[in-house]
């Protein structure tokens, strides 16, 4: 069964080691993530965006999709079903469609109606064992058609939202979504070290994980960081795969491929197997591999 995802962080975090939390947007990628984490005997996160989970039919869509495909491939490794930067209403409908972690992202409301709407997420979850990720310090570049500009979190905010009984936290420490740009400074990891200083141990959570030298990567692990998102990084693998092989001819529907007939499982299967590959390398980065053994 698909579990929370508080335990797993707080083992990565008196580990030292994080765990990958990658965006789905179809079977395939689902497959991918879920067939890898069993290889690697690594704990997941699977998650969905807002925009993803409308594209794929609804978030019941996603949790059915997610719970069967995890039961039929006998995954024994632990596995949490999260939503993504989620405004309060997707949380709650995230929450009855049986996820079970989820963000709820009052990063772009005032302080105290953030921390107020997380207090409402948070006693509803904890009541049916769903962890919850809230957010202070809005995350650089677009997510789901939302810009910001890459914030850096005050400490005393992290400490007051950590103290509202949430499961992890992610804080705004330079990092945004999506490519960075070439003038990019770099994480603040001096603020990081404060901020989990200031939040009584609870696990931190790095958004915009693609991009970030490895360096970085593991100076914000042993700084506090005990999940890190991955989206874009699959995106561009997913696609260089796939138009690689229709560039090669091989999704031409005409000649040989018109007389077996056209085949969408093979067109989709280069975008499979380069996920795989990355989500295996980031694992690997992350310091996860056996863990869940």
């Not at 972690?101 to 207090?119: Q, R």
């Not at 603040?188 to 030298?213: F, Q, R, W």
């Amino acid at each position: 069964m698909l579990v929370s995802a508080a335990e797993m962080l707080k083992k990565a975090k008196a580990g030292h080691y994080a765990v990958g939390h990658f965006n789905t947007n179809n079977l395939e990628w689902t497959k991918a993530i879920l067939t890898t984490a069993e290889e690697l005997k690594s704990p997941v996160i699977i998650s969905v965006s807002m925009g993803a989970g409308k594209y794929m039919g609804g978030y019941t869509v996603v949790a059915a999709l997610v719970k069967s495909m995890h039961d039929s491939l006998k995954i024994s490794v632990p596995v949490a079903l999260h939503l993504d930067h989620g405004n309060y209403d997707a949380a709650l409908a995230c929450i009855d469609a049986g996820f079970t972690s989820v963000m709820f992202d009052g990063s772009s409301l005032p302080l105290e109606e953030n921390v107020e709407k997380t207090k409402t997420i948070v006693k509803l979850a904890h009541s049916k064992g769903i962890s919850v990720e809230a957010e202070v310090g809005a995350i650089g570049g677009t997510e789901d058609g939302i810009t910001a500009d890459g914030e850096v979190a005050d400490p005393k905010d992290c400490a007051l939202m950590a103290s509202l009984g949430i499961d992890f936290l992610a804080a705004g420490i330079g990092n945004i979504h999506g490519i960075y740009p070439a003038d990019w400074t770099g994480l603040h990891i001096d603020v990081l070290n404060d901020i989990n200083a200031a939040t009584n141990n609870i696990p931190l959570v790095l958004h915009g994980g693609t991009g970030i030298p490895d360096d970085q990567i593991r100076a914000a692990i042993k700084n506090g960081v005990s999940k890190i998102n991955v989206n874009t990084d699959c995106q561009l693998v997913f696609a260089e795969a796939t138009i690689a092989y229709c560039a090669a001819g091989k999704a031409d529907p005409s000649g040989d491929n018109k007389e077996k007939g056209y085949d969408p499982r093979k067109l989709l299967k280069p975008g499979y197997e380069a996920i795989k590959a990355k989500v295996k390398e980031k694992m690997e980065l992350f310091g996860s591999v056996g863990k869940a053994a």
